[in-house]
């Protein structure tokens, strides 16, 4: 059904919502009565939830993922949903009619702030927009919000791939210590999770259940190894060597530098795109973006790492007495694998 | 009297870019351009494992996504030695073909079009189209409920504004059917990149994606609809614009540059590395004489540029130190010019350099290459691309039925010792080169020029402007509250800016007359 029908027929436009709403609370594992109330808090709202989205050191990858939502549909999300008052990708004005957008909005208070991109550590001035350093923007823009949602590795942690350059970018978390935040790493963001998060704070005014890290368990509860569908492969040692082998095509990506057995992430069930694939599903080996090493830790990406020294200390701290058992059993069938893979090298 | 006035942020482009213009009797005098953000990924590649490059320089930029990929995988190709097998490169030009076909439309919609129309005529639009009708519904019950974000706030429309309430309505909604489409286009992209933005697949050496039918299936089916709406809409909404409400703008010289421009040339078409879709050439001066691109003919000037020194080199020879109290200079971005020239690269420079047949003939016909142009350069392109992703999809197919599917040159895999490489190709937004030294197993240098380098450079040592300032100049600015010209004709080069500036850092000691929006 086209956008237009959609947008003209209203019924099915309010049950699309509604079906939403049911996916959303499916998403974090609540009740099917919950979704009544996501609909119900966001048609109570006589207005629209106020957004502000701000980008920092950042390649506007994660606007370009959230303008790839396809599930509510993106039209209705921006005209329909959210009432999104400052985005430097989209919005209509510029310059001043841009910063006294953000600035009315920010009078009023109590809205969703959004960061992409990271904010340099090292140096204010690395990154500005409109003549301020961007950490001053943010810290501004942080203080009447309700809540803030980091999205992406830039504005997690230690600042994803800027985070390894002289600039230091760091996590939002690094600068804003009194607010609530919401840690969404992957590069880019996931569109689903983002847009979820965002309805479920709506709708409940308060924040997921999340790890130590502050990420939502829901999306960041399991480890992306457990759940890989190579993990048979891995079991039995086979590991890719070749990508033109079809034989090897759906074998383990350890030793092209799998970063899965440390990456927390539901990327192996939830896949990107609206389920088009996903890194692992593509040959390629997962980078761990969601994790705090990400970049500098995890680089070089494609070598196989040694995994098994450095896991105790990176887990989730909440899930780590399982992972570590996980590792323990990890570290014997490598160890065994690894002798197959060289074994049949010998033979060659 | 010669008043300035700053437009910072530049919004609905890509990257933090201010943009400076000096405004007398209604008109621009004079203009300056500055990016204002450092993330330093080529100093942070230093050192690094040389098959990271491809990964992290994808991160350059989300929008044109897979651009710098695929940049950085030819450059190491070339360093490696590797030879691309024939699957693996129809795999990189389908996942990079259908991000292009998300990246125009998307430009024209999303990033542009809000220039041109006049949204709320859409109030009074009086006919019985259905969708229309929807669309009008929609927007007037955004107006009553006093919350039009993001369509507002906006300049106020001046006299290019089209506000015809047919046209207006019809290219609302064809704004919010490409929200749906760029988003599809995405997904074709990531059936074979993994995830987009930022697909994981392309390599040196190929790709890591073995396509199945089933894959191949899934892009076709997609391409349909994408195809169609290219076709059907927005290539017919740039021709209804370009020459109805807006052929005074398209033949007046809003927007012109220098006349020289640049294509390196992009997606080979067969195994033969001069068979490309896009053809490579320079146009210096004459839109009818295309000359061979002569790689060596590149530098980057420093002259206006906070960089040490005042030499212009080699990309491979470049250098990025820092001096931020350089006289006269005034941008973080680098001037690169080919033969000493400012060269306009993208959408409008490959289509001169392609000779494109309509749109020849619409210069012949008093289409002056400004800002409308560049949007029809733009459309044409897109068509382009269409033909090119179906015959290698068509291609990729019958090698998949005959199980000869070999994408990637797994002989080639380990790093070099030491080596040098360069990867020449076009990006969305034009011209885009990576090079690579190679020293101990380790990168040593790398250095990007990119599209928004050429477009949005500086002046260069011999005071020549670059093409995006250049083409600023003579832009009317009735109204200096509202300089729509002066963002129609910077949203014309589809500036991306994230990656064109190397360093940057605020301006701090220029105190400008007056700030407006
Ligand atoms: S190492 Fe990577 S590819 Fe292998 S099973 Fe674990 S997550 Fe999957
Ligand atoms: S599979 Fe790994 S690299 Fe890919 S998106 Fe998920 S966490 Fe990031």
Redo the contacts with the bound molecule.
């Keep these: 059904m086209g956008l237009l029908e959609e947008l003209a027929a209203k019924q099915i436009e309010r049950r699309d919502f509604v079906k939403f709403c049911a996916a959303v609370s499916a998403v974090f594992g609540m009740p099917k009565a919950f979704a009544k109330d996501i609909a119900f808090a966001a048609e109570a709202a006589t207005k629209k939830p106020a957004v502000i989205w701000l980008e920092g050191q950042d390649c506007a990858g994660c606007s370009e993922s959230f303008l790839a939502t396809l599930n509510p549909s993106l039209a209705e999300l921006l005209l329909g949903t959210i009432s999104l008052r400052y985005h430097e990708t989209v919005m209509a004005g510029a310059g001043a009619v841009a910063e006294e957008a953000r600035l009315k909005t920010m009078e009023e208070g109590g809205y969703v702030l959004v960061v992409e991109g990271s904010i340099p550590a090292a140096d204010d001035r690395f990154c500005t927009v409109g003549g301020k350093s961007f950490k001053e923007v943010l810290t501004e823009t942080a203080k009447n919000a309700a809540v803030i949602i980091a999205a992406g590795s830039c504005a997690t942690f230690n600042g994803g791939i800027p985070g390894a350059s002289p600039s230091k970018g760091r996590g939002v978390a690094y600068f804003i210590k009194d607010k609530p935040i919401i840690n969404l790493p992957t590069c880019p963001v996931k569109p689903a999770r983002l847009v979820a998060t965002i309805m479920y704070y709506l709708a409940s005014g308060k924040a997921p259940a999340m790890d130590k890290l502050n990420r939502p368990l829901a999306f960041y509860g399991e480890l ?2 457990d759940n ?1 569908p ?2 048979g492969q ?1 079991e039995a040692g086979h590991f890719l060597q070749d990508w033109n082998d079809p034989a090897q095509r759906d074998y ?3 030793l092209k530098g ?1 970063k ?2 440390k990456t927390y992430t539901d990327c192996a069930k939830v896949w990107w795109n609206e389920g088009a694939n996903w890194c ?1 599903g593509a040959g390629a ?2 980078a761990g973006c969601s994790q705090p090493e990400f970049y500098g830790g995890f680089s070089p990406l494609y070598d196989k790492q040694d995994i098994f020294n450095g896991v105790g200390k990176s887990v989730n701290i909440d899930t780590a007495g399982k992972a570590l058992v996980g590792v323990a059993a990890v570290g014997a069938v490598v160890h065994g694998a690894g002798r197959l893979v060289l074994g049949n090298k010998d033979k060659k | 009297m010669a008043q300035k006035i700053k437009i910072d942020p530049v919004t609905r482009i890509e990257g933090h870019l201010g943009v400076t213009v000096e405004i007398e009797n209604g008109k621009v005098k004079d203009a300056w351009s500055e990016g204002n953000m450092f993330r330093g990924l080529e100093v942070l590649l230093k050192g690094r494992d040389p098959r990271d490059a491809s990964y992290v320089t994808d991160r350059v930029c989300g929008v044109c996504s897979g651009s710098h990929n695929w940049a950085s995988a030819l450059a190491l190709d070339d360093a490696f030695g590797a030879d691309v097998p024939d699957a693996g490169r129809l795999v990189r030009n389908l996942i990079l073909g259908a991000m292009w076909l998300h990246d125009h439309p998307l430009h024209f919609y999303h990033l542009s079009a809000l220039d041109y129309i006049d949204v709320m005529a859409v109030a009074k639009y009086k006919g019985n189209d259905p969708g229309l009708k929807a669309v009008r519904s929609k927007i007037v019950k955004l107006v009553q409920a006093g919350d039009t974000a993001p369509l507002t706030p906006r300049y106020a429309p001046d006299e290019w504004n089209v506000s015809d309430p047919e046209l207006v309505t019809t290219a609302v909604a064809h704004y919010l059917q490409c929200l749906e489409i760029q988003a599809k286009a995405k997904r074709m992209a990531a059936l074979l990149g993994g995830k987009i933005p930022h697909n994981a697949s392309i390599v040196v050496g190929g790709t890591t994606m073995y396509p199945t039918m089933q894959t191949l299936d899934a892009y076709r089916g997609i391409l349909a609809e994408v195809a169609a709406f290219v076709k059907n809409v927005y290539v017919k909404d740039v021709v209804t614009f370009g020459t109805g409400p807006l052929l005074k703008l398209a033949t007046s010289n809003v927007g012109v540059s220098g006349l020289n421009y640049l294509s390196y040339g992009g997606f080979q078409n067969s195994s033969s590395k001069d068979d490309m879709l896009l053809p490579a050439g320079a146009i210096l001066g004459n839109l009818g004489s295309i000359e061979k691109v002569d790689p060596e003919a590149i530098t980057e000037h420093v002259a206006y540029s906070w960089y040490d020194g005042d030499a212009a080199l080699q990309p491979a020879q470049g250098e990025t130190a820092v001096n931020r109290d350089k006289d006269k200079a005034y941008s973080f971005i680098k001037a690169p010019r080919y033969q000493d020239k400012a060269m306009e690269v993208g959408p409008l420079a490959r289509m001169l350099v392609a000779q494109n047949e309509t749109l020849m003939g619409l210069v012949e016909k008093g289409v002056k290459p400004g800002a409308v142009a560049r949007h029809a350069a733009r459309a044409l392109e897109t068509l382009t691309i269409v033909d090119g992703v179906t015959k290698w999809l068509d291609e990729l197919t019958g090698m998949v039925g005959k199980g000869d599917v070999k994408i990637h040159d797994d002989s080639k895999w380990n790093v070099p010792d030491s080596s040098t490489g360069k990867g020449l190709t076009e990006a969305p937004r034009g011209a885009l080169g990576h090079w690579i030294n190679i020293k101990g197993g380790k990168i040593e240098n790398y250095q990007l020029v990119v599209p928004g380098t050429w477009n949005m450079s500086p002046r260069d040592k011999n005071n020549v402007r670059g093409p995006m300032e250049q083409a600023l100049i003579g832009a009317p600015v009735p109204d200096a509250k509202n300089p729509n010209n002066v963002v129609r004709i910077i949203r014309s080069f589809d500036p991306c800016i994230s990656c064109a500036v190397h360093i940057i850092e605020p301006k701090t000691n220029e105190i400008l007359k007056f700030q407006i929006g």
């Design positions: 992306l190894h890989c190579r993990r891995f383990c990506l350890l799998c899965g057995p692992i080996p997962c």
